[in-house]
Every structure is written in structure tokens, then in C-alpha cells.
């Protein structure tokens, strides 16, 4: 019982500057956006994932108003991890103008997420 609940907590957005995303709001939250979108497809069983999680809220936070942070469940929304080959998470892409610019595989430091999201401001 306190695995569900502690998971329940770890995996909410409450609190996070990042927008949860799902197939069916992929479109318009991500290739429509008229700013840089950093997607974070994770899941809830992935430890790595819960890893990078509160880097992901940081650069939300860091970059509001320039860029946009959105997470995506791939257990919940297979469609779009299909669509952008996800095999492995956490994988970070990063899209602009509707497009995938880069995509960055596994749990990296702030650093290199840091870096990668530059590239495209």
C-alpha cells in the first residue's frame, strides 16, 4: 500500500512547471507551440526517469516563458513513443517549429540538458 501512494507522489506534475502531454494532445502542445519544447518520455516503473524528473521542473522553471517542458507516460501514450522511435527511457527530445531537433538518451546531468536546450533558444 505505501508503494502506491509514494509512486502516486513521485510521478505527479502538482507543483511542476511541466505540462503533462498525452497522444492525444501531443500535436498541440508540442508541434504547435510557438516556442522550444522539451519532451520527457518517461514512465512511472523507470527509476532513471524519476531520476531526472526534478531536472526536468528545474528547466522548466529556469526557462519559462522560453521554453516549454512537457512529460509524457509512455505507458499511457504509446503512439507518440512509437511515431519517435523511443526504445529506451528517460529520452529527452527536444522539438521547434513543429520539428525534432535533438534527443538526448538516458539519465544525464542538468548539465547536458542544459546545453542540449541552448542549442535552440
Same mark, same amino acid.
Given at each position: 500500500?505505501?508503494?502506491? /501512494?509514494?509512486? +502516486?507522489?513521485?510521478?505527479? @506534475?502538482?507543483? #511542476?512547471?511541466? @505540462?503533462?502531454? *498525452?497522444? &492525444? *494532445?501531443?500535436?498541440?502542445?508540442?508541434?504547435? #507551440?510557438?516556442?522550444?519544447?522539451? /519532451?520527457? !518520455?518517461? &514512465?512511472?516503473?523507470? =527509476?532513471?526517469?524519476?531520476? %531526472?524528473?526534478?531536472?526536468?521542473?528545474?528547466? +522548466?522553471?529556469?526557462?519559462?516563458?522560453?521554453?516549454? &517542458? /512537457?512529460?509524457?507516460? *509512455?505507458?499511457?501514450?504509446? #503512439?507518440?513513443?512509437?511515431?519517435?522511435?523511443?526504445?529506451?527511457?528517460?529520452?529527452? $527530445? %527536444? !522539438?521547434? =517549429?513543429?520539428?525534432? $531537433?535533438? @534527443?538526448? %538518451?538516458?539519465?544525464?546531468?542538468?548539465?547536458?540538458? @542544459?546545453?542540449? /536546450?541552448?542549442?535552440?533558444?
Amino acid at each position: 500500500r505505501a508503494r502506491v /501512494v509514494a509512486r +502516486a507522489e513521485e510521478t505527479s @506534475t502538482s507543483g #511542476s512547471l511541466a @505540462t503533462v502531454v *498525452t497522444d &492525444a *494532445t501531443f500535436e498541440a502542445e508540442v508541434l504547435k #507551440s510557438d516556442v522550444p519544447v522539451l /519532451v520527457d !518520455f518517461w &514512465a512511472p516503473w523507470c =527509476g532513471p526517469c524519476r531520476m %531526472i524528473a526534478p531536472l526536468i521542473d528545474q528547466l +522548466a522553471e529556469e526557462y519559462q516563458g522560453k521554453l516549454k &517542458a /512537457v512529460k509524457l507516460n *509512455t505507458d499511457e501514450s504509446p #503512439s507518440v513513443a512509437t511515431e519517435y522511435g523511443i526504445r529506451s527511457i528517460p529520452t529527452v $527530445m %527536444i !522539438f521547434k =517549429g513543429g520539428q525534432k $531537433m535533438d @534527443t538526448v %538518451i538516458g539519465a544525464v546531468p542538468k548539465s547536458t540538458l @542544459t546545453g542540449t /536546450v541552448e542549442k535552440y533558444l
